[in-house]
């Protein structure tokens, strides 16, 4: 079973409806560990050795935020730049994460229409997770479509609820090393991969 690294960075998570019910669908689960980088480190102060040791850990790695400003919150972008240093995560000597698998989570409150060539914010989300994307193939990972969940200030209790489904349903997928058969049996992900990807 491959192991998932959940980090997770919401500044005001306690007031995100859509996270809180994301989170609470797959904390605790089996083979999934949830990293809350905020919780940790209030302080910005990011252990390095150790973060680097999680990362060591585990076979798949979740970036799973709010979609501030059309990317991160600083504490994650922070986390970017202390942990996945040169020598280790990139670079001719840098292959500590070479062939783990990467996506990215995360919420917004703009609909999937303003999220393309001709909506308010001219591209997609994508389009926008190209900076994320490029991180994790330089560390030499496999970056897998997002998971997106748009339009929360306008989701129902009820859709709320499918995309938590679909979340642990995701990571069950994850854990699996899916070959490409078992891709079929999950027709779920062919339509998130339509929704949040183009």
Known sequence: MQRILILFAHP???HSRTNTRLVQ?????TGVTFHDLYERYPDFNIDVPYEKRLLEEHDVIIWQHPFYWYSCPPLMKQWIDLVL???????????ALKNKRCLSVITAGG???????????????KEFLRPFEQTARLCGMEYLPP????????????ELDDFASQYERLLDF????PTGKKVNNYKFLKNLQKRNSN
């Open 174 to 177: 994850l854990q699996e090393e």
């Open 147 to 158: 998971f997106a969940v748009l339009g929360t200030h306008k989701v129902s209790i009820q």
């Open 25 to 29: 669908q797959i904390r605790g689960k």
């Open 111 to 125: 609909t999937l229409e303003a999220y393309c060539a001709e909506g308010d914010n001219n591209y997609s989300i």
């Open 85 to 95: 240093e040169f020598g280790w995560a990139y670079g001719s000597q840098g292959n």
């Open 12 to 14: 005001r998570f306690e």
